[in-house]
Structure formats: structure tokens, C-alpha cells
């Protein structure tokens, strides 16, 4: 085992003491990462669900309503009207739409019922969520009304009363309404009517938040390349064959060399979402044992992968080639350069075929949504199942020698 960790560690130092290894794996990360990022919107507010939002009454309540709405840690208000609206939520534009109508802030001081109209999308992921913060907080808007008319109605019995001691008068008057507050209060503040627009739309994670996972993956696996290609020169020039003369057994050897990709794509992981967090506002450190599963799941996935790639592949030639196809086409299948919450359901079942695909929505998840560990463990399952065949299969394959 000490022999296997040595290995490792003298592969990783190889490869990060190479120029160009630098380059691939950091400069050009980062490079794609920015220019993806400018490209789907920037920083911004990503963190947050986009509410369209059509004040059709435009009163009091309203108005505070779609302030409150708007200082919220879960939705991003955006105020449309008439077809704007309508086209806002056909283009899929926002995770749902509210529409308050006329009459709402008159309800709201009469204390009686409020209606408001949640405009869904059949498939969203973050209608209900958004759903959820306007029903929070339209209810709560409607208590503190009911609780000042309460109060006021408290003070003036309170005025009204010419005998008793003040304590007792207090206490008759809160006796007195309290039964009018838990009646208005029994039946449904607000109510909320649901109606479907348009096909799936919901919190897709946009700018930097999309690009830098989708970048991280697609250049973890690209820069196995290097690593790949001084397996294959040790194996021509007999090195491997030399290595075995030693104490070193051959399953130290395999572990080592695994384990040398391994600390190289978890370093490489440690470098990007660094500059990202710093740099680019996103958020990877919502919950670090969550993290910390997602990052050794994709280096194990991309430690065992191209292991495999360096024993089936005899020349740098076949294995430049074949790293680069299967880099892309994962990355673009896994959505890595696009979100699959954008593609159709064949597309995501397919995608959700590959682990990658697996490890992006843990990722995405953790800076989006504040996943925690319960949240990636079945992405974690998937991948670490993928990486053991990977890696069986990469043992059968390996040769000392061509």
C-alpha cells in the first residue's frame, strides 16, 4: 500500500510540473467557465426562482405583496402585465407566475377571503416552491391585517368601558377578540387557485452557476489525457515492466497508478471551485460533506475511466483521439454545456444514463437549491456502481507491456 501511495504521488507531481498539463488543467477551465458564463446571463440572481408577477389591482396590499415577494430569499419578482405576462410564461421565461387581481387589496382591508392566481408550468421543478412563498407570505400579510384590526378594536372597547379597573377591562377585551380573530383566521386567508401554462419550465440554473460544474466536469475528464499518455509511455518504454521487478505487486501498481488520477482530478476539482467561489459568486460551500461526496464521486468516475482508456489505448495518438470524443460527448450528454432541464424527457432519460449526469444535478444542486447529503447520496450510489466497472474492467485490460 505504501509502495501504491508512492506511485501516485510521483505520477501527480509529473503531471502538474508539465507546462502544458497546467493548461488544461486550469487556464482553459477557467477561460471556457468565464465565457459560458457571460454567455447564460452572469452572476445575477440565479440563486432565486423568476416570478412573473401581474398586479392587476394595484393597490395597498398588492403593492406590499410584490415587495415582500421581491426581498425574499427564494424568488426574484419580475413585474409584467397583460400579454407580456402571458408571453413571459409561453416562453417559459419564469419558474411560475402570480397573478394578483382586482379587488385583492380591497379584500385584504374588509378582511375577507383573497384570491390569487398561481400560473404553473406542467413539469416545473420550482412552480411549487415559488407556489409555496406566495401563499407564506400572502398569508402572512393577511394575519397582520387581521391582527391591527384586532388591536384596534381592543383599544377602542378599552375606551368605551366607564367602569372596572383597567386590568380587568384588558383582559374582557381581549376575551372579546380573541373568538373574532380565530374565526377569521379558521377559514383560508388567501386562496390560491392553480392553473398550468405552457410545458416545463423551473429553476434552471443559468450564468456562472451553469457553466462552472458543466466546465468542471467536461475538463476533468479531458485531462485525464495527460495523465493517460505517460501510462502509455511508461508501458512502450518498459517502465512498467522495470516497476515489477521491485517489491511493487501488480495490483499496487494498477491502485497507484488509479490513485495518481484520482489525487490529480480532485486537485484539479479543488483549484476550479476555488477561482469560482472566489471569483465568480458561486456557491460551493453550502454544505461541504455534500461537496465533499460530489468531488470524490467524479474523481472516482474520472480516475477509473481513464484507466481504462490508457490500457485499451497502445499509442497517444488513439488515446488523445478518444479522450477528446469521449470527453465531449459525455459532457454534452450530461449536460454539461446546457442544462437537460431544457431538453426533452428522452434526452434526460438518456443522460441520466451516464453518472455525470448524476454528479452535475448533485453539484448544481448544492450551489442551487442547498442540497445536503441525503440529496447527493443517490448520485454518489450511481457513481461510485459505474466507477467499480470502470475499474474491473480497466484490470482485465491492463498490460505491462504492448
Same mark, same amino acid.
Given at each position: 500500500?505504501?509502495?501504491?501511495?508512492?506511485?501516485?504521488?510521483?505520477?501527480?507531481?509529473?503531471?502538474?510540473?508539465?507546462?502544458?498539463?497546467?493548461?488544461? $488543467?486550469?487556464? @482553459?477551465?477557467?477561460?471556457?467557465? /468565464?465565457?459560458?458564463?457571460?454567455?447564460?446571463?452572469?452572476?445575477?440572481?440565479?440563486?432565486?426562482?423568476?416570478?412573473?408577477?401581474?398586479?392587476?389591482?394595484?393597490?395597498?396590499?398588492?403593492?406590499?405583496?410584490?415587495?415582500?415577494?421581491?426581498?425574499?430569499?427564494?424568488?426574484?419578482?419580475?413585474?409584467?402585465?397583460?400579454?407580456?405576462?402571458?408571453?413571459? @410564461?409561453?416562453?417559459?421565461?419564469?419558474?411560475?407566475?402570480?397573478?394578483?387581481?382586482?379587488?385583492?387589496?380591497?379584500?385584504?382591508?374588509?378582511?375577507?377571503?383573497?384570491?390569487?392566481? $398561481?400560473?404553473?408550468?406542467?413539469?416545473?421543478? *420550482?412552480?411549487?416552491?415559488?407556489?409555496?412563498?406566495?401563499?407564506?407570505?400572502?398569508?402572512?400579510?393577511?394575519?397582520?391585517?387581521?391582527?391591527?384590526?384586532?388591536?384596534?378594536?381592543?383599544?377602542?372597547?378599552?375606551?368605551?368601558?366607564?367602569?372596572?379597573?383597567?386590568?380587568?377591562?384588558?383582559?374582557?377585551?381581549?376575551?372579546?377578540?380573541?373568538?373574532?380573530?380565530?374565526?377569521?383566521?379558521?377559514?383560508?386567508?388567501?386562496?390560491?387557485?392553480?392553473?398550468?401554462?405552457?410545458?416545463?419550465?423551473?429553476?434552471?440554473?443559468?450564468?456562472?452557476?451553469?457553466?462552472?460544474?458543466?466546465?468542471? &466536469?467536461?475538463?476533468?475528464?479531458?485531462?485525464?489525457?495527460?495523465?493517460?499518455?505517460?501510462?502509455?509511455?511508461?508501458?512502450?518504454?518498459?517502465?512498467?515492466?522495470?516497476?515489477?521487478?521491485?517489491?511493487?505487486?501488480?495490483?499496487?501498481? $494498477?491502485?497507484?497508478?488509479?490513485?495518481?488520477?484520482?489525487?490529480?482530478?480532485?486537485?484539479?476539482?479543488?483549484?476550479?471551485?476555488?477561482?469560482?467561489?472566489?471569483?465568480? *459568486?458561486?456557491?460551493?460551500?453550502?454544505?461541504?460533506?455534500?461537496?465533499?461526496?460530489?468531488? &470524490?464521486?467524479?474523481?472516482?468516475?474520472?480516475?477509473?475511466?481513464?484507466? /481504462?482508456?490508457?490500457?485499451? @489505448?497502445?499509442?497517444?495518438?488513439?488515446? $488523445?483521439?478518444?479522450?477528446?470524443?469521449?470527453?465531449?460527448?459525455?459532457?454534452?450528454?450530461?449536460?454539461?454545456?446546457?442544462?437537460?432541464?431544457?431538453?426533452?424527457?428522452?434526452?434526460?432519460?438518456?443522460?441520466?444514463?451516464?453518472?455525470?449526469?448524476?454528479? /452535475?444535478?448533485?453539484?448544481?444542486?448544492?450551489?442551487?437549491?442547498?442540497?445536503?447529503?441525503?440529496?447527493?447520496?443517490?448520485?454518489?450510489?450511481?457513481?461510485?456502481?459505474?466507477?467499480?466497472?470502470?475499474?474491473?474492467?480497466?484490470?482485465?485490460?491492463?498490460?505491462?507491456?504492448?
Amino acid at each position: 500500500m505504501k509502495l501504491a501511495a508512492i506511485l501516485a504521488r510521483k505520477d501527480l507531481l509529473e503531471t502538474l510540473r508539465d507546462k502544458l498539463s497546467f493548461v488544461f $488543467i486550469l487556464l @482553459m477551465p477557467l477561460a471556457f467557465t /468565464l465565457f459560458f458564463g457571460l454567455l447564460f446571463g452572469g452572476g445575477g440572481n440565479t440563486d432565486k426562482l423568476p416570478l412573473a408577477v401581474w398586479d392587476a389591482d394595484g393597490g395597498a396590499a398588492a403593492k406590499q405583496l410584490v415587495a415582500d415577494l421581491d426581498k425574499s430569499s427564494v424568488v426574484h419578482v419580475v413585474v409584467k402585465q397583460g400579454d407580456e405576462f402571458e408571453t413571459w @410564461m409561453a416562453d417559459e421565461r419564469a419558474a411560475a407566475g402570480l397573478l394578483v387581481p382586482k379587488g385583492y387589496s380591497a379584500a385584504v382591508a374588509s378582511g375577507e377571503q383573497a384570491d390569487l392566481t $398561481i400560473v404553473s408550468t406542467q413539469g416545473s421543478n *420550482g412552480a411549487a416552491t415559488a407556489a409555496s412563498a406566495v401563499r407564506s407570505l400572502a398569508g402572512e400579510q393577511v394575519t397582520v391585517e387581521l391582527a391591527s384590526r384586532a388591536a384596534a378594536e381592543a383599544i377602542w372597547t378599552t375606551r368605551s368601558m366607564r367602569s372596572g379597573s383597567q386590568e380587568t377591562v384588558v383582559v374582557q377585551s381581549a376575551a372579546e377578540a380573541r373568538p373574532v380573530v380565530a374565526a377569521a383566521l379558521a377559514r383560508p386567508a388567501v386562496s390560491t387557485r392553480v392553473v398550468e401554462a405552457g410545458a416545463a419550465a423551473g429553476q434552471t440554473p443559468s450564468g456562472f452557476i451553469l457553466s462552472s460544474p458543466g466546465m468542471l &466536469v467536461n475538463f476533468i475528464l479531458f485531462s485525464l489525457m495527460t495523465a493517460g499518455i505517460a501510462l502509455i509511455i511508461e508501458r512502450q518504454n518498459g517502465t512498467l515492466q522495470r516497476l515489477m521487478t521491485t517489491r511493487l505487486r501488480r495490483w499496487e501498481l $494498477i491502485g497507484g497508478k488509479a490513485a495518481g488520477m484520482f489525487l490529480l482530478t480532485f486537485v484539479q476539482q479543488i483549484l476550479l471551485m476555488g477561482v469560482a467561489q472566489l471569483f465568480f *459568486g458561486v456557491d460551493y460551500l453550502r454544505d461541504p460533506v455534500a461537496l465533499f461526496l460530489m468531488m &470524490v464521486s467524479l474523481s472516482l468516475v474520472a480516475s477509473t475511466l481513464g484507466l /481504462l482508456l490508457a490500457s485499451v @489505448m497502445k499509442s497517444e495518438q488513439a488515446l $488523445i483521439a478518444t479522450t477528446v470524443l469521449v470527453s465531449m460527448a459525455v459532457a454534452a450528454m450530461s449536460g454539461a454545456w446546457f442544462p437537460l432541464e431544457i431538453t426533452g424527457p428522452t434526452f434526460q432519460t438518456v443522460g441520466h444514463l451516464l453518472p455525470t449526469a448524476w454528479i /452535475l444535478d448533485g453539484l448544481r444542486g448544492i450551489v442551487v437549491r442547498g442540497f445536503d447529503v441525503s440529496d447527493v447520496l443517490p448520485a454518489f450510489g450511481v457513481s461510485v456502481a459505474w466507477a467499480a466497472g470502470f475499474f474491473v474492467l480497466a484490470v482485465w485490460r491492463f498490460r505491462l507491456s504492448d
